[in-house]
């Protein structure tokens, strides 16, 4: 199984590098930043599969700047809020995170709660990666998404006009039609 690659935000030196080792001792490829500025940089420049960030850092908002940065990422990783002050679960869900995970917590647990989150999140990104992509047994979706071209004219390139049946007239027909067209003169 590839390493997944993770992104641990906190400006306590010593909580960073203990949490480092225990995530890395589990399976995980960490990057640390000490900062929310920096933390929002490594954002940009790196994929993470998660982004575990302190609430408090720099600012009391510091937590919010990072964990807006996961959620603006393209390629949308699972966040964790990591406090040692914890808040209520709409505060945090509000922010934006997947889960909020107190300091100081036995490894067993954190690497459980954390494992949990990433396969919760892994199931909403299919579940909306399978919601935006068109049936590919239903035709219609696909009709749908990409219509015809027109160019101007009433019907689409490319297709050819439909002649209507025009019944031909025969002999006592084309008579009727003389006398009623002689009538409207």
């Known amino acids: 199984m590839p390493k997944r690659r993770v992104l641990l935000v906190d400006d306590e030196v010593a909580v960073l590098l203990t949490m480092k080792a225990v995530l890395e ?31 408090r850092m720099e600012s009391d908002a510091a937590g919010r ?9 393209p390629y949308h990783p699972a966040v964790a809020l990591l406090t040692a002050f914890p808040v209520e ?14 300091k100081p917590m036995q490894t067993p ?12 999140h892994a199931e909403k990104l299919a579940k909306i990666s399978s919601a935006a992509a068109p049936r590919a047994s239903d035709g219609k979706a696909a009709a749908k998404k990409a219509p015809a071209k027109t160019s101007g004219a009433k019907r689409p390139v490319g297709k050819k006009p439909v002649k209507k049946a025009i019944p031909k007239k025969t002999g006592a027909k084309k008579a009727a039609a003389k006398k009623t067209a002689g009538r409207k003169r």
């Open 65 to 73: 700047e990072v964990i807006q940065a996961a959620r603006t990422a």
């Open 109 to 120: 647990v954190l690497i459980r709660q954390l494992e949990k989150l990433l396969e919760s």
């Open 89 to 102: 679960q709409d505060d945090w869900m509000e922010m934006g995170a997947d889960r909020m995970l107190v």
């Open 25 to 55: 001792i589990s399976g995980f490829d960490v990057d640390t930043a000490t900062s929310a500025h920096e933390g929002r940089s490594k954002i940009r420049t790196r994929e993470y599969q998660m982004v575990i960030t302190d609430m």
